[in-house]
T-cell receptor, first 116, second 115 residues
Framework: EPEVTQTPSHQVTQMGQEVILRCVPISNHLYFYWYRQILGQKVEFLVS????????KSEIFDDQFSVERPDGSNFTLKIRSTKLEDSAMYFCASSRLAGVGYNEQFFGPGTRLTVL | DAKTTQPPSMDCAEGRAANLPCNHSTISGNEYVYWYRQIHSQGPQYIIH???NNETNEMASLIITEDRKSSTLILPHATLRDTAVYYCIVRVAVRITGGGNKLTFGTGTQLKVEL
């Protein structure tokens, strides 16, 4: 069964450093998402991406964050200058467009980001 | 998207049916009910969704009341591996452009399946 993959599984970085989290969505999916979950808290939406542009972003997704689909398979989340409060599990998700009706979002296993 | 209310926790004996309720009294006519679950720190997993008819798949059944103000997710024979946080999410059908497809997770119901 196809699945969303994410690398690395765990990233440790120093405050102020840039990090890039990588995701490979399911191959025939067209919508891509990033969510994050701070330890013990809710899963929070960050951004959605369709047709090579951001469809929607949350208040969390400020100028320090960016997303890119550099080729036909990868989808990346970049944090330019990490802060302690960016420490969280970051989940990538993707969905196909089924036309009018519904979509299911398939989530990856997550990247645990630890900012020291 | 409509707000949902779920009990914070439930217990279920292995092999028995787990019935997880969700209230969504402000749901509007074009909003679907989705259920996802998250097994300890893993990525959320889609379970099932519905609009107004009851739905069943290989994982679960979804019962939506006639007035659509509440629903119940049924895991017919719960196993230890079903221990997870279950999220009921109400949102409109997919939009092709312009956003609006995000999932808004609440705190969900922590289901503990025990021997």
């Amino acid at each position: 069964e196809p699945e969303v993959t994410q690398t690395p599984s765990h990233q440790v970085t120093q405050m102020g450093q840039e990090v890039i989290l990588r995701c490979v969505p399911i191959s025939n999916h067209l919508y891509f998402y990033w969510y994050r979950q701070i330890l013990g808290q809710k899963v929070e939406f960050l951004v959605s991406f369709y047709n090579n542009e951001i469809s929607e972003k949350s208040e969390i997704f400020d100028d320090q964050f960016s997303v890119e689909r550099p080729d036909g398979s990868n989808f990346t989340l970049k944090i330019r200058s990490t802060k302690l409060e960016d420490s969280a599990m970051y989940f990538c998700a993707s969905s196909r467009l089924a036309g009018v009706g519904y979509n299911e979002q398939f989530f990856g296993p997550g990247t645990r980001l630890t900012v020291l | 998207d409509a707000k949902t209310t779920q009990p914070p926790s439930m217990d279920c004996a292995e092999g028995r049916a787990a019935n997880l309720p969700c209230n969504h009294s402000t749901i509007s006519g074009n909003e679907y009910v989705y259920w996802y679950r998250q097994i300890h720190s893993q990525g959320p997993q889609y379970i099932i969704h519905g609009l107004k008819n009851n739905e069943t798949n290989e994982m679960a059944s979804l019962i939506i009341t006639e007035d659509r103000k509440s629903s119940t997710l049924i895991l017919p024979h719960a196993t230890l591996r079903d221990t997870a946080v279950y999220y009921c999410i109400v949102r409109v059908a997919v939009r092709i452009t312009g956003g609006g497809n995000k999932l808004t997770f609440g705190t969900g119901t922590q289901l503990k399946v025990e021997l």
